[in-house]
């Protein structure tokens, strides 16, 4: 015969006489009943009394009463306890330090990115001073399209850039581009969604400008040195010149010259006059003041007739 | 009857004991074992249906008074707890080999649920997600392991004493 005890192989001989086995089916619920009453009754007048109640008391004395054995139980079972937590800790470490490592990871490309949202934000911000303010040309929109840079110039020979921005913001082949420090270029091609920028420094771009101080014209071309400077060429002798004045754009055309830019942006600042015998015009060195090397957002000046909402 | 009941008393004190200053630490997958569930299963199906109430309120109260919880609480989940498996023990598992796997795994979900239910009733915080989907499953694996041990040394313990026998010469 097989009793109902794990493992054990057989044998109930003699049933104990004190079994419930043995006890009418009335004797057993009256008995379960009444531990089950007595625990309901627990319960409730344990929620009912005080914090001073006597089985509040009752409990405190028994919790006492257990804390000896609860001690030495702890203690003994210690170190076993100290091995469990290394052996788990151990199991654990790796996966631990997997989930940190992509943690950092996660951590760090998002400081990243705060940071460059950071930055982008400030220029942003100087861009919109710049097109709420008294410099902004008055005949372009006021809803001109800023783009991020997506593409730095290939190399010191072709001086484009890409931008996020094509003529699905409004904007057209020979929009003039610009910071908030000045004139960056104009638009020389337009996909859809992007297009490209010509710089100032590309050896092929050329604007017409004028000496803010002393209104002497000319036109601004690039070195063709390796030097990011530009020139104020074809001002004749006669017009006055001098170092440190502020040129800008002059808005108005000059022979095959697009007249496209409009009028007052910033260039550069003179840092150079001088003038030789054979050549009829002055030898005028301007410095731009956008730093060309590290452009990150631009504004597109897009004609108030061309906007898009 | 004393003999088993003292033995029972002293069982569950220890049980208690271990259970609150050691067992309740071990968690593994999300689990813990249930050394007093387990116990009052084997000592219900070893002894009926009434000792497994008394031994499941007495465990009960211990907990109670041990945790500092509601006094009465455990008490009446480990009443009925020892009765049901005691009468399970008594009647349909009755020398059913696998009737102590069973009750063990049974009872544990069942605890789990009669638990969630009276903090619920009693409006006492508790996750029901945690304790019978994130939880149970390792719980149950646990104190099925944990019954082997369990149920060989309440065996040991209630075992009965050897049949006096007595050898009449005839003839």
Known sequence: MRVAALGSPVRRTVAPSYSSRTTGPLRRRIVVGLLVLLSLALITGYFRESSNGGLHGFQSAGASAMRPFEVGASRVARPFRDAYGWASGLFHAKAENDRLRKEVDRYRQEAIRNSTAATENIKLARLLKYRRGLTYPVDFSKNSVAATVLQDPA????????????????IRVHDAVVTNRGLVGEVTKVTHDEAQVTLLTDKESAVTARDHQTNAIG???????AEDLLFLDRVFKNKVVNKNDLVV??????????PLYPRDIPIGRVTKVGQTDIDPFQDVQ?????????????????PTSRAVP | M????????GLFFFAVVVQVTIVESIGILGGSPDLVLVAIVAVALAQGSIFGAFAGFWAGLLLDVARLGTLGFTSLLLTLAGFWIGRYGETTGRDRAHAPLLSVAVVTVLYAVGSVVMHFLLQEPSSARVALVHSLPATVALNL??????????????SPAAPHTEVEFVG
């Not at chain 1, 731009?288 to 590290?294: A, C, E, R």
């Not at chain 2, 392991?145 to 309440?154: C, E, I, S, W």
Request: charged share 15%; net charge positive; no cysteine.
């Open chain 1, 155 to 170: 190399n010191d020979f072709e001086q484009a850039i890409v931008i996020s921005a094509g003529s699905s913001k409004g």
């Open chain 2, 145 to 158: 392991l944990l019954a082997f041990p369990v149920f060989a040394l309440v065996r040991r313990l209630f």
């Open chain 1, 219 to 225: 036109i601004v071309r690039h070195s063709q040195g």
């Open chain 1, 286 to 302: 301007v410095e731009p003041l956008v730093d060309f090397t590290s452009l990150d957002v631009v504004l597109v000046l897009v």
């Open chain 1, 249 to 258: 754009t002059a808005g108005r055309q000059q022979g095959q010259l697009s």
């Open chain 2, 2 to 9: 004393i003999l088993p009941a003292a033995k029972a008393a």
